[in-house]
Structure formats: structure tokens, C-alpha cells
């Protein structure tokens, strides 16, 4: 039986369209920004950045991380290749990098948040375990005591850690085709493919 982990925030979540939405009903961004520089995190965590505007930056994940989570959805492709898996015996994990509270802001529990999410989207059931850890190191441990045969991750500096597992195999999830592939590991563009990549089609 193989045992599955899952990152959770822009691999399981997709944020798109939200971190825009919010900063815009905040007063941040005018509203015909979405014209202009798009509507995805990175364009608007860029326009942030490029003004010296860190902090508002770093204030606006806090909202979307805890009471703004409502608006996102599951990635396209996801609920059904949950149900693939759990067809072929697999047993499922989430392990996310995830701090309970925000650095700057009000003190929502992210942890709450996003566990309250998955079980609004129906995913909560399908999972063994769900574990956050507030450290990256603290993630890639964890990944290492549950012994998984496989880990789903968006981001390739988790998949290239030099603590990830040797006997973890990873799977890159890139929807947008911003990252080169990574050696030893598989990429996916699509939730769709995931389970054939799990089979070893």
C-alpha cells in the first residue's frame, strides 16, 4: 500500500484570483489592477514588493491564509485524483509548512482555517493524517517519520532539500510552467496526471 503525502497551500489550494480579490476589497490595489498586472499571487505579491511594501504584503497572506481561504478552491482535477488514489489503496497525508498565526495582522489560527477548509470541500474524510508544521525543517522531518512513498509538492526547494528522504520519491505540481524538472523527480502540470505517475504509467 502506498503511502502519499500532500503539501497543502497552491498544491492542494489554488489561490488564484484571491490574494487579488482581497487586496482590493482592503483598499490596496485599485480595482482595474487586474488589467493591469494580472490577477495571480506572484503579480500581486510582485506589486508589493517592486513599491517597498513588504509588510503589507506579508499582512495580506494572513488574511488569505486565514479568513479569506473561503474564496479559494480546490485545483482542477484534484477531488478526482483523490478518488483515484484512494481506489488503488493508497493512503493519503497532508504535510504543510504552515505557522499557526500571522506575523502581522489579526491573530487567526491558520491551522483552524484550513483544516475548516478541507472538510468544506469534502477532502478532510479521504486523508489518513493531516500534520502543519511551522518550520520547513519541522516538514521534512515529518515527511521522513511517515515513511511516504511519494510527496506532492509545488514548490522545488522542498523536493530538493538536502534533508528530503532518499527513499521518498517527489512529485513537482506546476501548474503554470514556471519551474524546470527536477532530477530523480516527477513533474506534473495537471492533477489529472498525478495518479498515473503514482502507478508508474
Not at 48 to 61: C, K, S
Not at 194 to 200: N, Q, T
Amino acid at each position: 500500500m502506498l503511502r502519499i503525502g500532500i503539501d497543502f497551500d497552491n498544491t492542494i489550494v489554488n489561490y488564484d484570483g484571491v490574494f487579488h480579490k482581497a487586496a482590493v476589497e482592503l483598499g490596496w490595489l485599485p480595482e482595474e489592477s487586474d488589467k493591469i498586472i494580472g490577477t495571480s499571487k506572484e503579480a500581486v505579491k510582485n506589486y508589493f514588493i517592486e513599491r517597498d511594501e513588504e509588510p503589507r504584503w506579508t499582512e495580506l497572506q494572513g488574511i488569505v491564509y486565514g479568513k479569506a481561504i473561503v474564496h479559494a478552491k480546490p485545483f482542477q482535477g484534484l477531488i478526482r485524483a483523490i478518488h483515484d488514489m484512494l481506489a488503488d489503496n493508497m493512503l493519503l497525508f497532508i504535510v504543510s509548512h504552515k505557522t499557526q498565526y500571522p506575523i502581522i495582522g489579526d491573530k487567526l489560527d491558520f491551522h483552524e482555517a484550513a483544516k475548516t477548509w478541507l472538510a468544506e470541500n469534502g477532502i478532510e474524510p479521504h486523508i489518513s493524517q493531516i500534520y502543519f508544521c511551522p518550520e520547513k525543517d519541522e516538514k521534512i522531518q515529518q515527511i521522513s517519520d511517515l515513511h511516504l512513498d511519494w510527496f506532492i509538492d509545488d514548490l522545488p526547494s522542498i523536493l530538493n532539500h538536502q534533508q528530503f528522504p532518499e527513499h521518498t520519491k517527489g512529485v513537482l505540481f506546476d501548474p503554470d510552467g514556471v519551474h524546470p524538472a527536477i532530477e530523480n523527480h516527477s513533474l506534473a502540470r495537471r492533477w489529472s496526471d498525478i495518479p498515473h505517475i503514482l502507478r508508474g504509467e
